[in-house]
Each structure stands twice: as C-alpha cells, then as structure tokens.
C-alpha cells in the first residue's frame, strides 16, 4: 500500500520560496502519477498540477504557472513541488496525491478523482 508524506511547509514572505516534498513508503512512487492539489479552510481543494511518472509530461493550473515547479527523483521515492514568488494567495495546505496511471505512463492527471493516495498535507502561509 503507497503512503505519502508532505514536508517542507512554513511561513514565508510575499516573494519567497518554499520546497515541499511527497515521499512515498510500501511502493516505487516511480510505477505512479502525482498531482498536488491545496485546499484553504471553507473552500474546494484546487489543484495545484501534476507529474508524469517519469516526468516526461508537467500540468500546471494558471495561477502558479511560471511560478511552480514539480519534479521527481524516483531514486529517493519523492517528488517535488518548488514555489518561487509566493504569494498571500498561495496559502493553503498543500496535499500531494498518486495514482497507477497503467498503460498510460506519459500523462498526468488533473482532477482530485483519479488519484486513490493521498498524504495528510502540509501547511503553507505566505504572510508578512
């Protein structure tokens, strides 16, 4: 059974950078597709993008794009998410999420539905 595990949140200023990382445990997080998705209190989780599982394809949603980086290193079982220029908008918790995606290995998946694993989130907070 894969397990995921979010780090890397915090506080931070408007402008500045944050690394989150999803490691995986009981599975090669290699075989699986990854999206990260946040959610504020109150409100729908949104996806942030998602990951191929050999990183050959990258989605992002238009309010990180150019801002948002994901990358994986199947050799460590973790993915990344590098945020630069955060802004107070960027706070939420931030939750990654994976799924088989069989035959379909170059494509990731946008929407929460098709992912079965989930981690329990970490918290971001942009604020000065």
């Known amino acids: 059974q894969l397990q995921l595990v979010e780090s890397g949140g915090g506080l931070v200023h408007p402008g500045g950078s944050l690394r989150l990382s999803c490691t995986a445990s009981?599975?090669?997080?290699?075989?699986?597709?990854v999206g990260w998705f946040r959610q504020v209190p109150g409100k729908e989780r949104e996806e942030v993008g998602c990951?191929?599982?050999?990183?050959?394809?990258?989605h992002y949603v238009d309010s990180v794009k150019g801002r948002f980086i994901m990358s994986r290193d199947n050799a460590k079982n973790t993915v990344y998410l590098q945020m630069h220029s955060l802004r107070p908008e960027d706070t939420a918790h931030y939750y990654c999420?994976?799924?088989?995606?069989?035959?379909?290995?170059?494509?990731?998946?946008?929407?929460?539905?098709?992912?079965?694993?989930w981690g329990q989130g970490t918290q971001v907070t942009v604020s000065s």
């Open positions: 990951i191929s599982s050999g990183a050959e394809t990258t």
């Open positions: 009981g599975s090669a997080l290699a075989s699986y597709a």
């Open positions: 999420a994976a799924d088989d995606p069989g035959p379909l290995k170059l494509v990731c998946f946008s929407g929460a539905d098709f992912y079965d694993f």
